[in-house]
């Protein structure tokens, strides 16, 4: 939630969302139109 708070504070940035890729997550990403750039996974660094 931190994280989410500081960069929401950035000029210029109007919505944050900070998740970790877990399967769900990058499901529920991908159906708001939030796909990744590239590929990744719950083990990705």
Same mark, same amino acid.
């Given at each position: 939630m931190q994280v989410?708070?500081?960069v929401a504070a950035t000029d210029g940035v $109007?919505?944050?969302l900070v998740a970790m890729a $877990? %399967? &769900?997550n990058l499901e &529920?990403?991908?159906n708001m139109g939030l796909a990744p750039e590239? %590929? $990744?996974s719950p083990s990705s660094s």
């Open positions: 989410s708070r500081d $109007t919505a944050v $877990t %399967p &769900l &529920l990403a991908g590239e %590929p $990744t």
